[in-house]
């Protein structure tokens, strides 16, 4: 494996795979930290807070598998990365799993070498523009300029779905959302595109929110999910099998606040003591302790806290639970029994 | 030349020799540093191949041919998001070529006119030059790039405000300058306008006739050659000729007639205003009588025959008009555009500013001053004595320069200007996940690219370089 040192010099992207590809695990316990690639800045979903601490609804899966993997949420290293560049920082190893807003579709699933480990967040395509414009629909937009960030599946939706309408515009393509959020708010494009939790998140930036709505039509399905590498089994099913943990602590009312009290002994509900470790062994299963589900919903909660505290209805960026309600609640938040 | 001695005696040859013998040193360590160099590339392939083997992946080409799925904004071929990755890349291919050739054109007159400027005895125009050259030389290209487009695109209207009236369109309602771009009329060639383009063929080939031709009758009887601006004059004369002809005879009639009171006007104002006052300023009376005429007395005085000829012409132009969200119809020249040439021509030029100086020092002082001694003004020295002569100098730097210019337009991905990098290493390689393959296509596109560049300049530098007779 001492080959891919050199290798890196070459700068052929996704040449120095091999000293990552084998056991993560390991090697993130060796090196003390978990990378975790996120987005560049998206407030809500990952951006550093005023003592540059990461901070966000896709930081905190990271922060649970932290938690999980080596007993400290803090022991992540976060790696922000833009639309264009993630998949490769993934594959080739520099990170060791990539949590942001990105879209599970077939062919990064099977083409691309990666593994989905779940979702947490359903979302969609949506179009935002100033509400001076009047346009109501995004059928109205025959013409217009729109700001998308390259390498997303946004760019490829987006021709798809003026292209089957009929209507003419004009593509600005863009690096980041924090340029996108700039072009956007000097005028040079009319619309801006993206994934809806994310249109919502940069509008609560604005100056004054109320004067940009977001469009009814949502033109695409976006289940966003943290994703890994093709190849290593056993740190895909930590990473799955977290999220699902975080869901099901949700689900059977195990929060940040009562989750020490309730680990403490078993309960009268067994699915409980299998996710906390007082009954069974399940850690053992994917090589870690007992103790993991309990490390990683302390870190930030269960899936409802960390929506509710990052992007939920009392933040700035307020949105509802919709599709991401638990299942029980008329949502798709379904994690698959532990047992 | 070998000194006349006894040869040594052969008695075999040793390994040692190898290295001790001056004969044979050279030979070894080439095929070592062959052998080192192979080595090195096939340990490069063989980890190439088992790194991709192990993320399960495979080299192949194929996905050039399937659907591309994205929209490209500026396209010089047409091209839908259903065309393929191919056809994506060839966009982005003459995007980078558009903006490759026009940058070292204008890197090139920008590099000139400075390279002069610095060297002026003006101490204004040479601090000017000075600044120029430093700023830019000393200032990352990235830097620039980034800077001139947050200027083009902050400092200008958004197309809502033209509706508004807090902005307007220049010349005429023909030029709308936008935070998109700017917006210019574009040319549509209707029936007949073959005819007009073989004439400007002709008419430019006869110019530079003429020109060679009076070049050939200098250096028989003396008599100055057609100056460059007659012959650029003669060929507007003629293509706009035939332009009006095509529209309409009566047009046509009207329209000289038109210039001929113009230049009546001109030449009269002139001649009548030099017997009382300066030649300076009755030039400026005889331009204040043409203004007067044109904008004053001329419509009017046409309006009194409520004569207007048919006008046809072959090519029309496509004025740029306010739509629902934007600009639509003439030509859009993309911020993206513009910022990317300003900033690659100005960083360029800079340089070759100071490879024009460098070039002109090199000719020696002796040779400008013979020039002065015979006679000639300064402007003619440095383009008949000094330039020429500083061409070879100037020609093999240069060459690199045009190749730096190229590659760094792939830049361009900073301002979201869609050329090859944008297309085929940007977002082709990132929808489709060839990193390897995209990243390495597009490489051999600027290998290729420069090397044309560098065998055209090379010829070019033949061509000019002082030939010994
Ligand atoms: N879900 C889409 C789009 C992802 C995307 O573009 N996300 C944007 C906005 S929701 C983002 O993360 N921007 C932050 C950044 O630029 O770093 C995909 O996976 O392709």
Redesign the pocket.
């Known amino acids: 494996m001492k080959k891919s040192v050199l290798l890196g010099a070459v700068a052929v992207a996704g040449l120095t795979a091999a000293a990552a590809s084998a056991a993560t695990l390991d090697d993130v316990k060796a090196r003390g930290s978990l990378n975790c690639g996120?987005?560049?800045?998206?407030t809500g979903?990952?951006e550093p807070d005023a003592n540059g601490v990461w901070q966000g609804f896709d930081v905190a899966v990271c922060r649970a598998i932290g938690a999980a993997v080596l007993e400290d949420p803090t022991a992540v290293e976060f790696v922000?990365?833009?639309?264009q560049v993630r998949f490769t920082a993934l594959s080739s190893g520099e990170i060791d799993i990539l949590s942001?807003?990105?879209?599970w579709?077939f062919s990064?699933d099977t083409d691309l070498n990666l593994n989905f480990i779940g979702v947490n967040y359903y979302?969609g395509?949506g179009f935002m523009v100033p509400k001076e414009l009047g346009v109501t629909s995004a059928k109205d937009l025959d013409g217009a300029t729109v700001c998308i960030?390259t390498?997303?599946?946004?760019e490829l939706n987006l021709a798809d779905f003026f292209r089957s309408n009929n209507i003419n515009y004009e593509p600005v393509p863009i690096?980041?959302?924090?340029?996108?959020q700039q072009q956007y708010l000097a005028g040079a494009c009319d619309v801006y595109t993206?994934?809806a939790?994310?249109?919502a998140?940069?509008r609560a930036t604005f100056e004054d929110p109320s004067a940009h709505v977001i469009l009814p039509e949502i033109i695409s399905k976006?289940p966003?999910g943290p994703v890994v590498r093709h190849g290593d089994d056993n740190w895909m099913d930590i990473a799955r099998w977290t999220l699902n943990a975080l869901i099901a602590a949700e689900e059977l009312g195990v929060t940040s606040a009562n989750v020490e009290e309730l680990a403490a002994a078993p309960t009268n509900n067994p699915e409980i003591n299998r996710l906390l470790g007082t009954e069974g062994d399940l850690g053992a299963m994917i090589g870690l302790d007992k103790q993991w589900a309990v490390r990683a919903i302390a870190a930030g909660g269960n899936y409802g806290e960390i929506f509710e505290r990052n992007i939920g209805e009392s933040t700035p960026i307020g949105l509802a639970r919709g599709l991401n309600a638990q299942w029980t609640e008329g949502g798709l938040m379904y994690a698959p029994p532990f047992r | 030349m070998t000194t006349q001695s006894d040869p040594p005696k052969r008695n075999g040859f040793r390994l040692s020799q190898l290295i001790y013998d001056t004969r044979y040193r050279s030979i070894t360590l080439q095929v070592i540093a062959l052998l080192l160099i192979g080595g090195g590339l096939f340990w490069l392939y063989s980890n190439t191949v088992t790194n991709l083997a192990a993320q399960g992946k495979d080299f192949r080409l194929d996905f050039l041919w399937k659907r591309a799925g994205y929209d490209i904004n500026q396209q010089l071929i047409p091209y839908t998001s259903n065309d393929t990755h191919i056809r994506a890349a060839a966009v982005g291919m003459f995007n980078t070529l558009l903006v490759a050739l026009l940058g070292c054109v204008f890197a090139t007159i920008l590099g000139i006119v400075f390279g002069v400027l610095r060297l002026s005895k003006n101490f204004m125009a040479s601090r000017l030059a000075a600044v120029y050259v430093e700023g830019f030389r000393n200032v990352p290209l990235l830097l620039w790039i980034v800077a001139i487009f947050a200027i083009v695109t902050e400092a200008t209207h958004q197309p809502r405000d033209f509706k508004t009236g807090d902005a307007s369109m220049l010349f005429n309602e023909s030029v709308a300058i936008t935070n998109r771009g700017t917006f210019i009329p574009s040319p549509i060639f209707g029936a007949g306008w073959e005819l007009l383009a073989i004439v400007a063929v002709l008419a430019i080939g006869a110019a530079i006739w003429l020109r060679k031709w009076s070049i050939k009758r200098q250096a028989a009887t003396g008599e100055s050659p057609m100056p460059i601006w007659l012959g650029i004059v003669l060929v507007i004369a003629a293509i706009l000729l035939v332009y009006s002809l095509q529209a309409g005879l009566m047009f046509a009639l009207l329209s000289i007639i038109k210039v001929a009171i113009i230049v009546a006007i001109a030449v009269i104002g002139y001649r009548v205003a030099k017997t009382f006052v300066p030649n300076v300023l009755a030039a400026l009376i005889a331009a204040a009588l043409i203004i007067l005429w044109q904008y004053f007395i001329a419509g009017p005085f046409w309006g009194m025959f409520g004569f207007q000829p048919a006008f046809d012409p072959s090519v029309t132009f496509d004025y740029p008009e306010l739509g629902g969200f934007n600009f639509s119809g003439g030509l859009q020249i993309r911020n993206s555009l513009i910022a990317l040439l300003l900033a690659l021509s100005l960083y360029t030029g800079a340089f070759i500013a100071e490879i024009v100086r460098a070039g002109i020092l090199s000719v020696s002082k002796g040779q400008s001053e013979a020039a002065f001694a015979l006679g000639l003004r300064a402007n003619r020295t440095m383009s008949l004595v000094i330039l020429p002569q500083a061409m070879r100098v100037i020609i093999p730097p240069l060459i690199s320069q045009f190749l730096n210019l190229t590659k760094n337009s792939s830049l361009a991905i900073a301002i979201g200007y869609m050329d090859i990098r944008s297309t085929l290493g940007g977002i082709t390689v990132n929808q489709t996940g060839r990193e390897l393959e995209g990243i390495l296509l597009t490489g051999m596109f600027y290998l290729i690219l420069s090397l044309l560049i560098s065998a055209g300049m090379n010829w070019f530098n033949n061509s000019v370089k002082l030939k010994e007779r």
Do not use: K, M, Y
């Not at chain 1, 996120?38 to 998206?42: H, R």
């Open positions: 996120v987005s560049s800045g998206l979903f990952s922000p990365l833009t639309t942001r807003n990105t879209t579709t990064r979302d395509q960030q390498g997303t599946t946004t690096e980041t959302n924090a340029e996108a993206t994934d939790s994310g249109l998140a940069t976006e966003l």
